[in-house]
């Protein structure tokens, strides 16, 4: 069955700075990735997705992701960070092949400090 | 985009009583709907698939009898919760698949239960 690591329950970035968000997967075929955003008591945003070509996958609010096969990750990327990017953000993987439900990380805090 | 309702967004009910949740695709059909419980700083689980016209598929350590889901149509489920007992608070997000788009889910906005 498919799984996915967050590594970090928590990364804490300084306002303006780059942040990274790691995220690795396991699946038995090809992969589609994801990633969401949530924020308190509200339900999931999509941010962006991976599902086949360009390896580089833009999403909403200047958020990135690079899928890198040989390394099974999908790290979340963010050139410049904002306060207001501060929530917890979800790693997710669907194996297509099997069936079409999406797993889910165990959640990274992000909080950006001014 | 496509957009998904939940109703109620927070209820609160006594132990013993029955909850029901129901999850709308606003502005498109969904074949397929998926039931997720989230615990306090805790990740998304997933609690069953439902798909239209047909009976959910429940993940393992999750009770059919407890959680009733019924998908009845292409643009609504819903999940019951039976004799509902404080150990059953928790946040329910359904999501659904678009007809026909299967790489892609959109996420309600959560009903938070809590039981006392």
């Known amino acids: 069955a498919q799984s996915v690591a967050q590594p970090e329950d928590q990364v804490n970035v300084a306002e303006g700075n780059p942040l990274t968000v790691k995220c690795t997967y396991s699946v038995s075929g090809n992969p589609y990735l994801f990633w969401y955003v949530q924020y308190p008591n509200r339900g999931l945003q999509f941010l962006l997705k991976y599902i086949t070509g360009d390896n580089l996958v833009k999403g909403s609010y200047g958020f990135e992701a690079e899928f890198n096969k040989s390394q099974t990750s999908f790290h979340l990327k963010k050139p410049s960070a904002l306060v207001s990017d501060s929530a917890l953000y979800f790693c997710a993987v669907r194996d297509i092949s099997v069936n079409n439900d999406m797993r889910f990380g165990a959640g990274t805090r992000l909080t950006v400090k001014p | 985009g496509a957009v998904v309702s939940q109703h109620p967004s927070r209820v609160i009910c006594k132990s013993g009583t029955s909850v029901k949740i129901e999850c709308r695709s606003l502005d498109f059909q969904a074949t397929t709907m998926f039931w997720y419980r989230q615990f306090p700083k805790q990740s998304l689980m997933l609690m069953a698939t439902?798909?239209?016209?047909?009976?959910?598929?429940?993940e393992q350590g999750v009770e059919k009898d407890k959680f009733l889901i019924n998908h009845a149509s292409l643009t609504l489920s819903t999940l019951t919760v039976t004799s509902a007992h404080p150990e059953d608070s928790s946040f329910y997000i359904c999501?659904?698949?678009?007809?026909?788009?299967?790489?892609?889910?959109?996420f309600g906005p959560g009903t938070r239960l809590t039981v006392l």
């Open positions: 999501s659904a698949n678009p007809r026909g788009v299967s790489d892609t889910q959109y």
């Open positions: 439902s798909n239209e016209g047909s009976k959910a598929t429940y």
